[in-house]
């Protein structure tokens, strides 16, 4: 970590590829890396295929077994996990531990396939800026993360060890309000909320006849219905979007948890309401500061003075 705390910020190219941020990364033994940036993945992962150079250690404590989330299918499965020392050139950006999954692409819907996914451990470390207008991502020391720059805004997130909760208010198209807390998740391309608010949301609680929606998440393709929300707006009176924003809803049997590790005591309350994605985190530029426990965020419809 001692590069990245004392050097100026490394502005890297990202790609917006069918709803996925993706950046490339070195890694001292594996070489390049095309990895999605998912701050909504608790840890970071690799492909079998990536990871074929790697030293993999297939042993695991009880807890590190399988995933939960999104699909109907056999849940994935974990195959090891490895040190990776992820760097650009010659300079060394951070060590985490990837969880290496049991399957030779990471299949995110999107060609080619990544090599893995970028997950929260990197951003507990790291200032990250996402720049997705400018297509860009910034990383920088920790300490140096607060901005004084116009129009952003410090939404009152609850900042864990397993992710970034964000309260909102959403107001349907009858009106009615909700108040959620949605897991910030840029590995989504959508905002997907718990079957258990389907009542609330005006679905059928047991809906009849086949979907005509589907999606694809880590355990295989599920069924979704859709709610439309008027309006999204962050507590603490920030700015928020207005319009027709469609709200995806799995079907019951389509959904355990948000696509992501078994993790404990704190997931009962991370995954709780359901995930905030890129169809509105891609409306604005963010700042995750791991220092002061913090995200900045400014709309790209700001006019800087």
């Not at 950046?23 to 970071?44: I, S, W």
């Amino acid at each position: 970590m001692a590069a990245a705390q004392s050097a100026a910020p490394l502005v890297l190219p990202m790609e917006s590829l069918n709803g996925h941020l993706v950046v490339e990364l070195e890694e001292r033994t594996l070489g390049r890396l095309r990895m999605v940036v998912d701050t909504g993945a608790e840890k970071t992962l690799l492909s079998t295929r990536a990871a074929g150079k790697a030293k993999v250690d297939r042993h695991f404590t009880d807890r590190f077994y399988s995933f939960y989330g999104f699909g109907q299918e056999k849940k994935a499965k974990l195959a090891g996990h490895t040190n990776l020392d992820l760097r650009s050139g010659e300079r060394s950006l951070a060590t985490v531990q990837a969880l290496v999954l049991d399957a030779d692409s990471m299949d995110v819907g999107m060609q080619p396939a990544a090599d893995g996914i970028l997950g929260w451990d990197f951003f507990q470390h790291l200032c990250v800026r996402l720049d997705s207008k400018r297509q860009r991502m910034t990383i920088g020391a920790a300490d140096q993360c607060a901005t004084k720059e116009d129009g952003f805004y410090t939404p009152p997130v609850e900042w864990m060890k397993e992710g970034l909760l964000l309260p909102v208010t959403v107001v349907l198209a009858n009106q009615h309000t909700m108040k959620l807390k949605l897991h910030v998740d840029t590995g989504s391309d959508s905002i997907q909320l718990n079957p258990r608010l389907r009542g609330e949301l005006g679905l059928e609680e047991k809906p009849q006849g086949e979907s005509q929606n589907q999606g694809r998440g880590v355990n295989g393709s599920y069924a979704w219905d859709v709610a439309y929300a008027t309006a999204i707006e962050p507590d603490g009176g920030h700015p928020g979007l207005e319009g027709k924003i469609p709200l995806v809803v799995p079907r019951s049997g389509s959904y355990s948890r948000p696509s992501r590790l078994f993790s404990g005591k704190a997931e009962a309350l991370l995954f709780r309401d359901g995930v905030v994605g890129n169809s509105v985190l891609s409306q604005y530029e963010l700042i995750f500061d791991p220092a002061q426990k913090k995200l900045y965020a400014r709309a790209y419809s700001f006019v800087v003075k």
